[in-house]
């Protein structure tokens, strides 16, 4: 090593230990990229930080990002572990792979990354939860369209012929009793059909039996109704929260629709399980697999309905291995 290269090597070493003195101390860390970047001589310097919830790396705006690959002529990394967790990487130019200071700076910076991290998670679970709230509006407003077509295609035309056969039923009264007894009849019967066609739509709304009686009747219902077989436990309260009922019903009711008409499932088990204020929902079937979170946007909105309670739904699903979907939905 020459003595110019030495003195440099020596100098960065001073400067890195000033510099985690100054943070550790005095934690004031909006220029601590910056900071580092200066001190390792590589201006292009990252920091990002392990979102262990969903299992990839965020920036400090909290979008993800992802880490060069291994092999990379230009970009390299440096994990950050931090207690014997990972809390962050120190993403760097290739020629940094292995360089001391870097590594120092990795161990010695750990705290004061973790919490950087910390904050970093905050924004990213906000974007991700204004993000889901908006396509939950985008969606409503798309049902609200539907069950306006369907009311005034089915039910509401249905109840106008009706009407309009009890206005000539009533004319007939006294001239053709025989007659105006028939249209009665058929008034009736058609009465019936538009009873249940509104159930049908409110249904799909939100079941009433929910509302009313809460998750385990409600859930007890929607197995009942499966065409696939279905085993059901339950480990909960007598209610939970709304919000938080209304979305594991429908976690169920999609998983359950999917089960039956797209999975050729011949038997599936749901199980909830409320723990720690944070309700735990799986639903296994044994169907053909392959399911995808990126395609279908049942699942999609499920994943929507999920994240803007703070919560999480995942998909695993393997071509003949059937196909689980988790959710985790805080409750507290």
């Known amino acids: 090593m020459t ?6 090597t020596a100098d960065r070493a001073e400067a890195l230990d000033d510099l985690i003195a100054r943070v550790t101390f005095a934690p004031a860390r909006s220029d ?18 392990w979102y262990e919830r969903r299992e990839h790396y965020v920036d400090r705006r909290g979008r993800t990002v ?8 230009k970009r390299a990394w440096t994990p950050v572990v931090y207690e014997g967790r990972t809390v962050a990487a120190i993403v760097h130019e290739a020629r940094l792979a292995g360089d001391k200071q870097v590594a120092r700076a990795a161990a010695a910076l750990g705290a004061v990354f973790e919490r950087e ?15 889901a709230r908006g396509r939950i509006l985008e969606a409503e407003q798309k049902s609200r369209r539907r069950l306006e077509r369907d009311l005034h295609d089915g039910a509401q035309q249905r109840l106008v012929a009706l ?60 197995v009942g109704r499966s065409p696939v077989p279905v085993e059901l436990e339950l480990e909960i309260g007598d209610r939970l929260p709304e919000r938080v009922e209304a979305a594991i019903y429908y976690v169920v009711a999609e998983a359950l629709t999917n089960a039956a008409k797209h999975a050729k499932a011949s038997s599936v088990s749901v199980n909830v399980v409320e723990k720690n204020d944070v309700a735990l929902v799986q639903v296994k079937d044994d169907g053909v697999g392959g399911a995808d979170m ?4 049942g699942l999609i909105g499920l ?19 059937g196909t689980v979907i988790y959710a985790e939905i805080p409750c507290a």
């Open 163 to 222: 009407a309009l056969e009890l206005k000539l039923a009533r004319s007939k009264i006294e001239t053709d009793p025989a007659g105006a007894a028939e249209m009665l009849d058929r008034a009736d019967e058609g009465l019936r059909h538009a009873i249940e066609e509104v159930r049908e739509i409110a249904r799909g709304i939100h079941p009433a039996v929910l509302t009313d009686r809460g998750l385990r009747p409600a859930l007890t219902a929607l």
């Open 66 to 73: 992802e880490l060069p690959e291994p092999g990379d002529p």
């Open 3 to 8: 003595a110019r290269r030495a003195r440099s």
């Open 117 to 131: 991290g910390i904050e970093a998670q905050l924004r990213a679970s906000l974007a991700s939860a204004r993000s």
């Open 294 to 297: 990126r395609y279908g946007t």
């Open 32 to 49: 601590l990229r910056q900071a580092l970047a200066r001190v390792l001589g590589d201006r292009s310097l990252r920091v990002v930080y």
């Open 303 to 321: 994943a929507d309905r999920v994240a803007a309670l703070d919560g999480q739904l995942e998909v695993d699903s393997y071509p003949g291995e």
